[in-house]
């Protein structure tokens, strides 16, 4: 593991588990391949499918999870459609892989974060993605 990056479990497709260090979150933007797929890469400009688990660093709840609702999300990616820490971390990972990803604020929510989400504005989040497919 990355230094500083919380632990999780490395199945893909399962729901995930996150061990957060006793450590601050990393600075900047930090992104671990769990699992290497070996499907399509993902490109900018691609329509990926994945399963998520977002969680604010240190913390048990996930503030959104496609795993806890059995419903996979698909959105442009490398475009704009989703928050800045996505858009440069997902493209050039392969389908079938599973990344754990520390996003600071300003490739978050920024700010102003997502009071309705329970995310504020000085918090890093931390997703796993798993890439379910690209086209």
Known sequence: MTTNMPEVNV????KPVIEFPDTPA???LKAVELIEGDGPMVRAGDT??????GVIWG???PFDSSFDRH??????IGVGQVIKGWDRTVPG???GSRLVISIPPEYGYGRGGMPQAGIGGDDTLVFVVDIISTH
């Open 93 to 95: 990972h392969n389908v």
């Open 59 to 61: 913390k048990d709840e």
């Open 26 to 28: 990393p600075s900047g």
């Open 48 to 53: 990926v499918t994945v399963n998520y688990h």
């Open 11 to 14: 199945e893909f497709g399962a």
């Open 71 to 76: 419903q996979p999300a698909s959105f442009g």
